[in-house]
Nanobody
Framework: QVQLVESGGGLVQTGGSHRLSCAAS????????MGWFRQAPGKEREFVAAISWSGRSTSYADSVQGRFTISRDNAKNTVYLQMNSLKPEDTAVYHCAAAAYGVIRRDISSYNYWGQGTQVTVSS
């Protein structure tokens, strides 16, 4: 089992920056690829970004490419999502997730463990 706890959500103005953190406990963190997903009210959960277990490979949704950066610190068992140039459409509950083995993926079904999520609201 891997337990994931997100933190850092809050209210941000349009154009601002914010960083989310996701702390992992349980099994060896460095064995897992990690992802960030988000879900806005009335919408499906969608992929945001993913990072390989080593940190050498990353993937981003087109909607956040160039604005968001995913990173990880395996010594701290933590994955981060740096969000810049935030827009009102980035408002959502952000979840981190862990996927065992293989290449990094964008589909929800590839992820084995999920955090409860943290709310990010971008005011216009």
């Amino acid at each position: 089992q891997v337990q994931l706890v997100e933190s850092g959500g809050g209210l941000v103005q349009t154009g601002g920056s914010h960083r989310l953190s996701c702390a992992a406990s349980g099994r060896t963190f460095s064995n897992y690829n990690m992802g960030w997903f988000r879900q806005a009210p009335g919408k499906e959960r969608e992929f945001v970004a993913a990072i390989s277990w080593s940190g050498r490979s990353t993937s981003y949704a087109d909607s956040v490419q160039g604005r968001f950066t995913i990173s990880r610190d395996n010594a701290k068992n933590t994955v981060y999502l740096q969000m810049n140039s935030l827009k009102p459409e980035d408002t959502a509950v952000y979840h981190c997730a862990a996927a065992a083995y293989g290449v990094i993926r964008r589909d929800i079904s590839s992820y084995n463990y999920w955090g409860q999520g943290t709310q990010v609201t971008v005011s216009s």
